[in-house]
C-alpha cells in the first residue's frame, strides 16, 4: 500500500464539512468528526490523532483492545460504532468512551449490568434501522421510543441520541430521505423529554454522504477511507 496523506486528507474531509454546514446554514464548529479505523493500521490513526483528530471509531472489540493498548486514550475519545454482541459487552465496557450501536432492551441490559460492575456510567446511542433492511442492525424506527424509553431508566447508561446507516447506494442523494427521518425522529426523541437523557448525538454520514448528512442535521459523522485510504483487512 501506498503511502497515505492522512493531513492532507483530514484537510479536504474538514473543508467538505464546511462547504456542507455553509449551505445548510450551520457553523462547521458543532460537527463532531470522528474516524472510522476498522482496517487501519496503528501508525494511520498515529497520524490522524498528530493532525487534530479527536475521536476514533471501532467495529470489533477485539481489533480496538489492540489500538488501545498501543495508543491510548490521552488525546482521543473511543467509539464503538459496529455491531455488539452481549458477550462482548464486559469488553466494550471497558475500552470505550461511547457505544454508538445499542439497538435492543437486551443489550442495553446487559451493557448496564457490566458498567454497573465497573461503576461507570457509559454514553450511548441508539442505532435504528432506518431502511428497515432485515440483515442490518438498529431497532426499527416504530420501536424506537419504546427502547429509549428503556434505556433512560438504566442508571449506568446515558442515552445521548441516535445513529444509523442508511441503505448503501452510489448516489450519496439516495440517502436524503433516510437521514431527513432520522432528523424528524432525533427531534421526536429530544420533545419527548426523558428522565435521565441527554439527546444531543445525530450520528450520521460516512464518507460517500457526510455532506448530505450535514445538510439534513448531522452533528456527529464517522469517515473513514476519505480519512484513512483504503482499509486493509476485513
Not at 166 to 179: G, H, L, T, V
Not at 188 to 197: C, V, Y
Request: overall charge neutral; aromatic content about 4%; hydrophobic content about 40%.
Amino acid at each position: 500500500m501506498g503511502a497515505v496523506d492522512i493531513p492532507a486528507n483530514l484537510e479536504r474531509v474538514r473543508e467538505r464539512m464546511e462547504r456542507a454546514a455553509e449551505r445548510a446554514g450551520r457553523k462547521v464548529e458543532e460537527i463532531l468528526l470522528l474516524g472510522a479505523s476498522k482496517g487501519v493500521d496503528v501508525e494511520r490513526i498515529l497520524a490522524a490523532i498528530e493532525a487534530g483528530l479527536t475521536d476514533i471509531g471501532e467495529n470489533y472489540v477485539q481489533e480496538a483492545k489492540s489500538k488501545i493498548e498501543r495508543i491510548g486514550r490521552d488525546k482521543v475519545r473511543w467509539h464503538m460504532i459496529g455491531r455488539l454482541q452481549r458477550n462482548k459487552a464486559k469488553h466494550a465496557v471497558r475500552l470505550f468512551d461511547m457505544v454508538q450501536t445499542v439497538d435492543s432492551a437486551r443489550l442495553a441490559d446487559e451493557l448496564e449490568k457490566r458498567a454497573s460492575q465497573a461503576g461507570k456510567v457509559i454514553p450511548v446511542l441508539v442505532e435504528v434501522n432506518i431502511g428497515r433492511e432485515p440483515q442490518k442492525a438498529g431497532v426499527a424506527p416504530e420501536g424506537l421510543l419504546p427502547l429509549c424509553e428503556h434505556i433512560s431508566r438504566l442508571p449506568h447508561l446515558r442515552l445521548e441520541g441516535l445513529m444509523c446507516i442508511p441503505p448503501w447506494s452510489e448516489d450519496p442523494e439516495d440517502s436524503r430521505p433516510y437521514f431527513a427521518e432520522m432528523r424528524r425522529l432525533f427531534e421526536r426523541l429530544k420533545e419527548a423529554s426523558l428522565p435521565g437523557a441527554e439527546i444531543k448525538w445525530l450520528s450520521m454520514g460516512m464518507s460517500a454522504d457526510f455532506e448530505v448528512a450535514i445538510e439534513e442535521g448531522a452533528n456527529l459523522i464517522r469517515v473513514g477511507t476519505a480519512i484513512f485510504g483504503p482499509r486493509e483487512g476485513r
